[in-house]
C-alpha cells in the first residue's frame, strides 16, 4: 500500500519505519523537509514537498502531527483526500498535560473526521507508545493496534495493515468511540508520568469477542 506519513517526530518514525519494513511504500512529509528526507533515509521510505504532495499519491494517510496542529495539516490535504483511508493517531492532550483537551465534546478523531470530508479515518495506533509502534511485540506478547471507524472497508484496511507489522488488530466500535481509544492513551501517559516509568507499557484485551478481530 502506499502510505504517506504526515509528522517525522516519534510516531511517524516508528510507524513509518514499521510499514516500510512490511513492504508498502512509504513517503514523508513534515513542515520542515529535511526532517523528512532524513526520516525518510532511516526507514528506507520517500519524502515529499508538502503533506499536500504525499497525500496526493497515497492510499492511506497516518497523521502523526501534535492535535494542536490538526487544524492547519488537515486544512493543507483536504483537498487531496477523499476516498483515502485516514489514521488518526494522535491524542489531544492538553499542552501542559493535564489531560485531554478534547473532555465534554467530540473525540479528537470526530474533528479529524469533520475537517477532511470523504477521508475514511480510523482511530488507531493512538494507545501504542512509539516506543513499542514499529514491533507488533514487545514483553513477550503479540500488542493490540485498538481501533474505531464508522468505515467497514477501512477497518478491513487496517486491520491488514496493523496485521502487516506484527500487532493484533481490535475493533472496539464507531469512530465515536475514538473517544475511549483517547482517553486509554491518556491514562497510560499519566500513569507513566505518575510513576516516572519507562514508557513501553501496553494493553492487550485478555478473550476479545470474535467479532471484534474479524
Ligand atoms: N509519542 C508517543 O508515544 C505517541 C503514541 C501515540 C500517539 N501519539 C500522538 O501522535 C502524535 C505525534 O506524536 P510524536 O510523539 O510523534 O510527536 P513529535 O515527536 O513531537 O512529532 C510531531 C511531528 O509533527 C510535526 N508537526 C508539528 N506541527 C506541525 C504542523 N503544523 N504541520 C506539519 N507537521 C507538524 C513536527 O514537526 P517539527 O519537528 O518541525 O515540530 C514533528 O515532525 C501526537 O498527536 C501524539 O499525541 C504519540
Partial sequence: MKIAVIGAGNVGGALGKAFSGAGHEVTYAARDR??????????????????????TGADAVILAVPFTAIVDVTAEIAHAISGKLVIDVTNPIKP?????STVGGPSGAEVVAASLPGARVVKGFNTIFASNQANGVAHGHVLDALYATDDDDAAAEFTKLAASIGFRPVKVGPLSAAAELEAMAWLNIRLQMLANGAWDSAFVLLAPPAAALA
Fill in 34 to 55: 529535511a526532517k523528512a528526507v532524513s526520516r525518510a533515509q532511516e526507514a528506507g521510505a520517500g519524502a515529499a514537498a508538502s503533506s499536500a504532495d504525499a497525500v
Fill in 96 to 100: 501542559d498535560y493535564s489531560g485531554l
